[in-house]
């Protein structure tokens, strides 16, 4: 991440978890900025790169790689191809479905991972409020999983606003509740932690179906080289964003040398 400083995408976030232990108050961690999406967007600088597009099926007949794919923009569904090589750096259950057709083995690695799904509040606040701490993480049996003051995080303008994520166990548990019935009660058990706090001037939730991977693939990445298809991606590791780095990264090398 040292790398990404220079370029301004990434700087160096020191807080205050506000925990007894003097050795720990004092953290520090990576961020993008001015937000998460620089860095992907500083990596991706050159590519010639595709959004908001869903794949719905990859096919292969010996001729290369084809993706069927649906666009929010489109009426019709369009059809991309011939390609070398495919490699699917998506969540496992995500990949799976997609893999079944073309690659019986991959898929079943897919199936076997899992992920825990993530409902994360955003509140915004029309004054700063002081609080014993400007992040902190909490137990697997509790609510919430992490609280944070996003306006603490360099390069964060803008008025007073904290993120939280629920816990996995509460997440599965409201899977289904609309945004803004989880926004409430996501705000309410914020309320618990952060006492401190008044009422937001605007609050929203989102659902991350596949937010946290619990359990990995058993290697950090997947290489056909018959089928020249590749899967990269969180779940092959750890839920943690250096192991979709690391697996998206080893890969690589697997195929620089596949293709000599
Ligand atoms: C709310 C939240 C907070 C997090 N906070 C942290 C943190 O603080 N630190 C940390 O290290 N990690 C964090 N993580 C985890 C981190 O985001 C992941 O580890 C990382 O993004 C995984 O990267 P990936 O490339 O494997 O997959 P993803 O980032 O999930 O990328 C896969 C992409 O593929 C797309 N996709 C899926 N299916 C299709 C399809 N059929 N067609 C087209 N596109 C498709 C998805 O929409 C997605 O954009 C957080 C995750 C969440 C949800």
Not at 24 to 40: E, F, I, N
Not at 130 to 143: I, K, L, M, S, V
Not at 207 to 236: I, K, M, Q
Request: proline share 7%.
């Amino acid at each position: 991440m040292e790398d990404f400083a220079p370029t301004g995408a990434a700087a160096l976030w020191e807080f205050d978890d506000g925990m007894t232990d003097p050795a720990r108050t004092q953290l520090q961690r990576w961020v993008g900025t001015p937000g998460m999406s620089a860095l992907a967007r500083h990596m991706a600088g050159g590519l010639a790169i595709k959004t908001s597009v869903l794949v719905t099926r990859v096919r292969n007949k010996g001729d290369g790689w084809r993706l069927d794919m649906d666009s929010p923009d489109q009426d019709q569904s369009a059809s991309e191809g011939p390609f070398d090589a495919l490699v699917l750096a998506l969540p496992a259950e995500q990949a799976a479905p997609l893999l079944a057709p073309v690659a019986a083995a991959l898929a079943v690695e897919a199936t076997a991972a899992r992920t825990a799904p993530c409902w994360a509040g955003l509140f915004a606040f029309d004054r700063r409020f002081n609080t014993p701490f400007e992040a902190r993480r909490f137990g697997a049996d509790e609510a919430l999983a992490w609280v944070v003051r996003e306006t603490g995080k360099p390069g964060r303008t803008g008025s007073e606003a904290w993120v939280v994520h629920a816990s996995s166990a509460w997440s599965r548990a409201n899977l289904d509740l609309t945004p803004q019935q989880a926004a409430d009660a996501l705000f309410s058990a914020f309320r618990v932690v952060v006492p401190e706090a008044p009422q937001p001037i605007w609050l929203q939730a989102h659902r991350w179906r596949y937010a946290f991977v619990e359990t990995p693939a058993s290697s950090p990445f997947a290489w056909d080289d018959d089928l020249r298809l590749g899967l990269c991606g969180d779940w092959r590791i750890g839920a943690r964003v250096e192991a979709a780095w690391r697996s998206g990264d080893r890969l690589g090398a697997a195929m620089r040398s596949a293709f000599g």
